[in-house]
């Protein structure tokens, strides 16, 4: 009997071996080693908690000054599809646009901008210790606010872009397009700026788009998945309850954010066609970290 697990152990070890040998296999290890350098649930939890604390009220300040349009809550709401009696309590949950406007101008929304630039620095941390880029100084720091704003106008025009796709064939189809065009852009630009230009463009695109992607996909997910848990959050706990699946939501996006950014980096180190489909043709004969920090 120990003979029999033995041999099958040591089958199992050499299959693995010439499979870390393979391409494939080489393009797993380098995102298995990154994935677990970068500390994934402590970043993309540090993630979600500075973008819960920073972006949102920046997104409920500017939703204060523009009476005009329905509430935070309600905008929120409707970009996640969620039921009327969802839809009411996340409205409900957050500060109504007569009672935010009363208290807050121009300057309260600079105020809040620039705190918000905290989620910019741990994204910035982020990038640099999965792309092992030195960090920039704070000469760079209006990058930071740059960042804010890019994923504020991201936000923003995709609730917009769901209005106006409710009307055409196949809405959710377009809606899945235009996710993927917007996300990527924004997270092509966002560590092309915080990391001052220090990784090709090509490659960054690369991630942008996987980032892109894995976001789409949990936007699809979440509008099966959202509505039952916050339902059940309001109904438990009220605003308590909306609050942790907020987060909850957060995390998961910050999550997908990482390991995007952790296999796009594995993939531009590739020394094959999937590294020169990444970094570009120019240079195949450097290798790819060398290609990388040029």
Known sequence: MTTTVERARVRALRIAARYRRTPLGRLVQRTVDGFVAIEPFDRAMTLAAQAFVSIVPVMIVMAALRPAEPGFGSFMADSMGLSDATRDAVAGSVTTDATVGSSVGIIGLLVALLSATAYSRALERMYAKVWHVPRPGLRSAWRWLATVLAVILAVGLLGLTREATEGVPLPALWDFVVRMI????????VPWALLRAQIPV???????AVTAFFMCV???????????VLEAGARQYGVLGLVFAYIG??????FALVLATVVGRACAEDEGALGRLV??????DATAPRVLTE
Do not use: E, H, M
């Open 182 to 189: 917007v996300w990527t852009v924004v997270w092509t630009y």
């Open 279 to 284: 970094r570009g043709r120019r240079n195949d």
């Open 249 to 254: 939501w957060l995390f998961a996006f910050s």
């Open 202 to 208: 090509r490659a960054l695109a690369f991630t942008g």
């Open 218 to 228: 949990l936007s699809v997910v979440g509008i099966v998945y959202l509505p039952i």
